[in-house]
């Protein structure tokens, strides 16, 4: 059974600092992972995805993702108030190929505050 | 604008009675689609992969014969939640796979009364 693990939260960030949210996955043989976030009522939108060990900036948001450690997270940098949201983890088996559901987390709600 | 479109976004339909949901793949085929659901304050569970031309394939513990799944096209998949009751009201959300990004439809609102 594959499991992902991210701390609920609420976690409060200052607007304009850096909001550091983690997310570990119990499947060694997971090969794709994804943020996501979702605002109340909507459906969740892709912010990044990672598929191997280091770093990947892209803008503001920097998902790091170590394998040995089973673990991924995301950086926001200079965080705006339009950033709160809840952010999910989710994590595929397979990279490429489409056959392979997401697996999420419960999601961090993130609230930045003016 | 959307590229997987979902329709209708919301519905209320009354207890016992049948609510299809499409899910429509609009910029590129789509021969694998996911069906999720997303209870109040709980994340996104996997319920089923839709495949085109073939049979949906179930997540341990959802009811086949209750959650209807077709992909006749390679743009279209519904979901069909037969004999509705209250505990089926959630939010209901389809996919594309890794090919496309695992872009997410806009979601469905099931209130069954």
């Known amino acids: 059974q594959k499991e992902v693990e991210q701390n609920s939260g609420p976690l409060s960030v200052p607007e304009g600092a850096i909001a550091s949210l983690n997310c570990t996955y119990s499947d060694r043989v997971s090969q794709s992972f994804f943020w996501y976030r979702q605002y109340s009522g909507k459906s969740p939108e892709l912010i990044m995805s990672i598929y191997s060990n280091g770093d990947k900036e892209d803008g503001r948001f920097t998902a790091q993702l170590n394998k040995a450690s089973q673990y991924v997270s995301l950086l926001i940098r200079d965080s705006q108030p339009s950033d709160s949201a809840t952010y999910l983890c989710a994590v595929s088996g397979q990279s490429g190929g489409g056959a392979d559901g997401l697996t999420f987390g419960k999601g961090t709600h993130l609230i930045i505050q003016p | 604008g959307a590229v997987v479109s979902q329709h209708p976004s919301r519905v209320i339909c009354k207890s016992g009675t049948s609510v299809k949901i499409e899910c429509r793949s609009l910029?590129?085929?789509?021969?694998?689609m996911f069906w999720y659901r997303q209870f109040p304050k709980q994340s996104l569970m996997l319920m089923a992969t839709?495949?085109?031309?073939?049979?949906?394939?179930?997540e341990q513990g959802v009811e086949k014969d209750k959650f209807l799944i077709n992909h006749a096209s390679l743009t279209l998949s519904t979901l069909t939640v037969t004999s509705a009751h209250p505990e089926d009201s959630s939010f209901y959300i389809c996919?594309?796979?890794?090919?496309?990004?695992?872009?997410f439809g806009s979601g469905t609102r099931l209130t069954v009364v």
């Open positions: 839709s495949n085109e031309g073939s049979k949906a394939t179930y």
């Open positions: 910029d590129f085929q789509a021969t694998t």
């Open positions: 996919s594309r796979g890794a090919a496309y990004g695992y872009t």
